[in-house]
């Protein structure tokens, strides 16, 4: 499969009063053509900041890009121009966010914030835009699309807001939807549908997605290909299937065991003992040490890296290396 | 079966719509309409719904956070609505409630060894002397270090905090424990923790729980039976078991089969419903649930179904069953 988008080693830290935090720490990782990669972790593992990396929103005096290339379609989206950039997102990347509210203007009809992109990036006279915005509506399930279209965001619920994100990110055709937690807000009907609609959209356009979620069961529904990250790093990624049936780092299955699954009876839920590290006191170890139930020597003094391991599959962790276990 | 600890019986919550220069009533929202459940001693009672279904309400209606419209809960026999204010104040420390959010349920300024004790103070159950002692003992039962005592509330992370709000109702000894939502503000490691800590409190001090939840899955581990609350309505009351190998109604059906399951190579035959929560301000006629139902009938938009009972202690709403 030819990679769409390509990220090498890309780190993007923060600093603050306290010092510097390592949110993205040398990530790399592709997204094939008409692929869907979910990258999984908890509250600050830095899932989100990847995404916003690579829509270079990641911006003002406090966080960078420190290191690294983000390749779309061949080109380094770190070192266009602005206005280059400008042109590839929203025309060839488009995200989602978590909260439709509060990223739809609220004095504005739904309808002319469709239309927006669709003038800007494609160039479509109103009459033009107007019409691909009802389609557009129709496309994403929601009926009336013509009432819609004239309503303002408070009047909609939540999953039909979600909805007309995805109307207004798709709008332009992308090669890439970057979509940040988009049914976590959402109840499980809701989501059901909200995914259903993505799912249709994915099939029919062949476009790739990346989607971060921290819901394993909706990684085990959309993705082809899964990334683990903690603390800022993968930990651990491979294809849906084997990553879910042969899980290898011990994150990993703790994260799978840790989560209670319908028609699955356990007289007692699995834990991962402590919780996430500070991400200022993070020192040379495998930020995972602590809560480790495999813990060696070596994972106290040196981080382990990516490594294939089988099926695809990439790891870092020292168990699955045989220097280690001698030292 | 043994007594019922908490019985409630045809329970109705509706807050008023006002509008206009007077305030004048224009309308209610029915958040509890016509709610009836029964939780024995040592059990966990399972509450599922989606957001606007009424679970909160008839949680914080028990305990009489909210005045009753009608209907009446009986705790231990006693009827809580028409308790003086000083009797009420004193079965309180018996009834505690959970938040989903610890954070804003703590006051910023106060160190948590202090907001632990300070209802036992309250309530005269302690004399000052002994707070610091018991409320220790509170804390690592909950699994927080007794060095947390002078910790400030900003200082913890989500999971401690919510430990802190376990330690908080505890620490009254309370029989009966409401939890709204506790877990699902917390990642899923730190979920599984506190879930543990539920089961083994309960193990250890026998306590019996409501539990008020919107994950399927996090219900079926923890409840023992379990009821779906759709717009202020009891769809469908069964034990666990009952409830998730043989739903009746199709509500119930439809939110189980929503719930994505981390099974990859599971392909399953899924019931995607139709459309939006209506506004429990102007709820459908009949079922509330016709608008979504795929099954419904001509009668589903007339008459409203009653609560029966459709099995072994199952109970369910609706004309098909």
Sequence with gaps: MKSLLK???????????????????????????GETVCIVGESGCGKSITAMSVMGLVEGPNGRVVNGQILFDGKDLLQIGKEELRRIRGNDISIIFQEPMSSLNPVITIGKQIMEPLMLHQRLNKKQAYARTIELIELVGIPRAEQIASSYPHELSGGMLQR?????????????????????????TIQAQV?????????????SMMLITHDLGVVAEMADYVIVMYAGKIVEQGGVVELFEHPKHPYTRGLLKSKPVIGQRLEQLYSIPGQVPNPLELVESCYFHDRCESCLPVCHTRQPQLKKSGDGQQVACWLYEEEAQYE | MSEALLEVRHLKKYFPITAGLLNRTVGHVKAVDNISLTIRPGE????????????????????????????????????????????????????????????????????????????????????????????????????????????????????????????????LRPEFIIADEPVSALDVSIQAQIINLFQKLQHTKGLTYLFISHDLSV?????????????????????????????????????LSAIPVPIPKLKRERIVLKGDIPSPANPPSGCKFHTRCPYAVAQCKEETPEFRQAGNDHYVACHLV
Aim: hydrophobic share 40%.
């Design chain 1, 164 to 188: 007309i994100m995805i109307a207004i990110a798709i709008s332009c055709g992308p090669k890439l939807l970057i979509a940040d937690e988009p049914t976590t807000a959402l109840d499980v």
């Design chain 1, 7 to 33: 990220i090498n080693n890309l780190s993007t830290h923060f600093h603050t009063e306290a010092g510097p935090i390592k949110a993205v720490n040398d990530v790399s990782f592709r997204i094939g053509e």
């Design chain 2, 219 to 255: 219900v079926e581990h923890l409840c023992n039976r379990i009821g779906v609350m759709y717009l202020g309505s009891m769809m469908e009351t069964a034990p666990r078991d009952e409830l998730f190998l043989r739903p009746l109604h199709p509500y119930t059906k439809a939110l």
């Design chain 2, 44 to 171: 966990t009672f399972g509450l599922v719904g989606e957001s606007g279904s009424g679970k909160s309400t008839v949680g914080r209606t028990i305990l009489r956070l909210h005045d009753k419209t009608d209907g009446e809960v009986r705790f231990k026999g006693i009827s809580v609505h028409d308790l003086s204010k000083t009797e009420m104040n004193k079965l309180r420390p018996q009834m505690q409630l959970i938040f989903q959010d610890p954070y804003s349920s703590l006051n910023p300024r106060i160190r948590i060894g202090d907001a632990i004790g300070e209802a036992l103070l309250d309530h005269g159950l302690a004399a000052k002397e002994d707070i610091p002692g018991y409320v220790m003992e509170v804390m690592e039962s909950c699994g927080l270090s007794a060095y947390h005592y002078n910790r400030f509330p900003h200082e913890f992370s989500g999971g401690q905090r919510q430990r802190i709000g376990i330690a908080r109702a505890l620490a």
């Design chain 1, 195 to 207: 995914l259903e609609t993505l799912r249709q959209i994915k099939e029919q356009s062949k476009m």
